[in-house]
């Protein structure tokens, strides 16, 4: 069984640009978790999707947002890209139990 | 508000010297309790999912336990392999009938020496 795909897996940005970061569930899964995580912190909460609406929200700004598509698959959306959004973005899916990670996307703002 | 706290931050070990991570929760009507390992650079993986006081669970050199306050996993004899940022995060029940939420402690560092 395929686990959690985030895509890309590296991206680079210029800052004031916007990332588009993807995440695809494992089958069957209804709940998406949204972390950020910079180099040597823990995760930081940013969005829990779940049935397609947006269930709560961590302390970022709004220029982070993003969205749950009907297949359940998800992305998230940075917009006027600065320095410190410099991270790597963990995607989590569930079903009402443990949660299971993709490998991340690395951002790099320049 | 729910709060996860894991201790110590950091953790230096020699091979085969047994140790215990120790993971405090406050959180009102926890669903579940779970452990992942995350080496650097890439997403955690997921080990244990605890339910309710008193279960353990085993896999290896790791076993967690979960008490009405706190989980410990414990480590047996470590390799250098183990080496790696070990996460608690607790579930608990969302405003709303059928959601959980998801909460995270900041984790424990553990570096095994040969």
């Known amino acids: 069984e395929a686990g959690v795909t985030q895509s890309p897996t590296h991206l680079i940005k210029t800052r004031g640009q916007q990332a588009t970061l993807r995440c695809s569930p494992i089958s069957g899964h209804t709940s998406v978790y949204w972390y950020q995580q910079a180099l040597g912190l823990g995760l930081q909460f940013l969005l829990w999707?779940?049935?397609?609406?947006?269930?709560n929200r961590g302390n970022f700004p709004p220029r982070f947002s993003g969205r749950q598509f009907p297949n359940y698959s998800s992305e998230l959306n940075v917009n006027a890209l600065e320095l410190e959004d410099s991270a790597l973005y963990l995607c989590a899916s569930s079903f009402f139990a443990e949660a299971f990670f993709g490998q991340g996307t690395r951002l790099t703002v320049v | 508000e729910d709060q996860v706290t894991q201790s110590p931050e950091a953790l230096r070990l020699q091979e085969g010297e047994s140790s215990s991570l120790n993971c405090s929760y406050t959180v009102s009507g926890l669903r579940g309790l779970f452990w992942y390992r995350q080496d650097p650079g890439k997403g955690p993986e997921f080990l244990f999912t605890l339910y309710s006081a008193g279960e353990e669970k085993e896999k290896e050199r790791l076993k967690a336990t979960l008490t009405k306050k706190e989980s410990f996993l414990h480590i047996t004899a470590p390799k250098p392999e183990d080496s790696a940022t070990y996460l608690c995060?607790?579930?608990?029940?969302?405003?709303?009938?059928?959601?959980?939420?998801?909460?995270f402690g900041q984790g424990t560092r553990l570096t095994i020496n040969p």
């Open positions: 999707y779940d049935e397609g609406e947006e269930r």
């Open positions: 995060a607790v579930q608990a029940p969302w405003a709303f009938q059928g959601a959980q939420k998801l909460v």
